[in-house]
């Protein structure tokens, strides 16, 4: 059978509702047909799909910004691939495109649900990355929602993640005094430092509040990019300077948490220090995705920005990928390549 003529498409469901950290059994690899196309439609084999942590919070059947995912369906997601067929005027057969439809093989999509991936520009994996959501996350996560500035002292926690090693080196372009990255593995701190980050912890070594004051030195941190909560939120309270920024964009460590998780136990701190702590879903940063794309194709050609993927081969490793992320087993973007 041709690629463009597939009919049934293999496809990652949600067997059962996880209660705490995810196991395989809450999934399922099923097959269902492809319904015909239908006139704006394209059928577009996958090539990527990504695994974030905010499908962690999807799993749950809690009211929230984002629909849970339905028990016995097919999961969504992030995803890159291939049109092999096409009755949209908007795209046509061989093109790349980036779509919502991931965790299946073969997904039929909307045209207008479908953005070109420019591969002249950078690899399709990337479009998925550094050039995607992740990318517009970082970028006005850190520039618009902290409101950085040249000068400012900056604070990335899970800075070795997609999001996070961006957010340092962005701050290192746009001129920041120091860039500090905590990360959970000694190669992960490596890593940060390759990146140009001037300092980076492994939170495992010790309190983060400790290693921070420790990285930041008397002149403190004006600006923390939050991707984890909990200690690392409290330990940035702390070591703010007064007018101090923070963008809260995820909470990782409190994912899994089957009990409410006690810290910032300092919050007070947000008063006398007058901080602005701000959360932000980069569903309502699209406005600067224009902004964006110009200025980090321009970084990643010459090279100011860098990234990594970690990179799981096959659909029915989807899972594992996905659990391994919240255990902190990527660096940089995680991707499952199908």
């Not at 369906?73 to 949209?88: F, I, N, Q, T």
């Not at 007018?243 to 998780?261: D, K, L």
């Given at each position: 059978m041709s690629t463009a003529l597939a009919t049934t498409t293999r496809e990652i469901r949600l067997a059962s509702r996880p209660v705490g950290r995810p196991t395989n059994g809450n999934f399922e690899l099923a097959e269902s047909p492809l319904p015909a196309l239908e006139d704006g439609q394209i059928l577009v084999h996958n090539l990527f799909m990504s695994v974030d942590p905010y499908m962690r919070g999807r799993m749950n059947d809690v009211k929230s910004y984002s629909a849970?995912?339905?028990?016995?369906?097919?999961?969504?997601?992030?995803?890159?691939?291939?049109?092999?067929?096409?009755?949209?005027?908007?795209?046509?057969?061989?093109?790349?495109?980036?779509?919502?439809?991931?965790?299946?093989?073969?997904?039929?999509?909307?045209?207008?649900?479908?953005?070109?991936?420019?591969?002249?520009?950078?690899?399709?994996?990337?479009?998925?990355?550094?050039?995607?959501?992740?990318?517009?996350?970082?970028?006005?996560?850190?520039?618009?929602?902290?409101?950085?500035?040249?000068?400012?002292?900056?604070?990335?926690?899970?800075?070795?993640?997609?999001?996070?090693?961006?957010?340092?080196?962005?701050?290192?372009?746009?001129?920041?005094?120091?860039?500090?990255?905590?990360?959970?593995?000694?190669?992960?701190?490596?890593?940060?430092?390759?990146?140009?980050?001037?300092?980076?912890?492994?939170?495992?070594?010790?309190?983060?509040?400790?290693?921070?004051?420790?990285?930041?030195?008397?002149?403190?941190?004006?600006?923390?990019?939050?991707?984890?909560?909990?200690?690392?939120?409290?330990?940035?309270?702390?070591?703010?300077?007064?007018?101090?920024?923070?963008?809260?964009?995820?909470?990782?460590?409190?994912?899994?948490?089957?009990?409410?998780?006690?810290?910032?136990?300092?919050?007070m701190q947000a008063i006398g220090k007058q901080l602005t702590l701000r959360g932000f879903l980069v569903g309502g940063q699209r406005q600067h995705a224009a902004e964006f794309a110009e200025k980090m194709a321009g970084w990643l050609a010459d090279g100011t920005v860098r990234y990594d993927e970690t990179i799981v081969e096959g659909l029915e490793n989807a899972p594992q990928a996905f659990m391994d992320l919240l255990d902190g087993a990527n660096t940089g973007k995680m991707l499952v390549r199908l």
């Open positions: 849970p995912f339905a028990v016995g369906k097919a999961l969504d997601g992030g995803a890159v691939g291939e049109v092999v067929a096409s009755r949209s005027s908007a795209h046509k057969e061989g093109d790349v495109v980036v779509h919502s439809l991931g965790w299946r093989e073969y997904a039929v999509v909307d045209g207008s649900a479908a953005t070109p991936a420019r591969t002249d520009l950078a690899p399709a994996s990337a479009f998925l990355g550094a050039l995607g959501m992740t990318g517009l996350t970082a970028y006005t996560g850190l520039l618009k929602v902290a409101e950085f500035k040249p000068g400012d002292a900056v604070f990335v926690s899970g800075a070795a993640g997609a999001v996070g090693s961006l957010v340092g080196q962005i701050a290192k372009a746009m001129g920041a005094s120091r860039v500090i990255g905590s990360a959970g593995s000694p190669a992960k701190v490596a890593r940060l430092l390759e990146l140009g980050f001037d300092a980076a912890f492994d939170y495992h070594d010790g309190p983060v509040v400790e290693q921070l004051e420790k990285a930041a030195g008397p002149a403190g941190i004006d600006v923390y990019f939050d991707n984890v909560g909990g200690e690392h939120l409290e330990a940035a309270l702390a070591v703010l300077n007064v007018g101090g920024r923070v963008a809260m964009c995820g909470a990782i460590a409190q994912y899994n948490s089957t009990e409410p998780t006690p810290a910032p136990n300092n919050l």
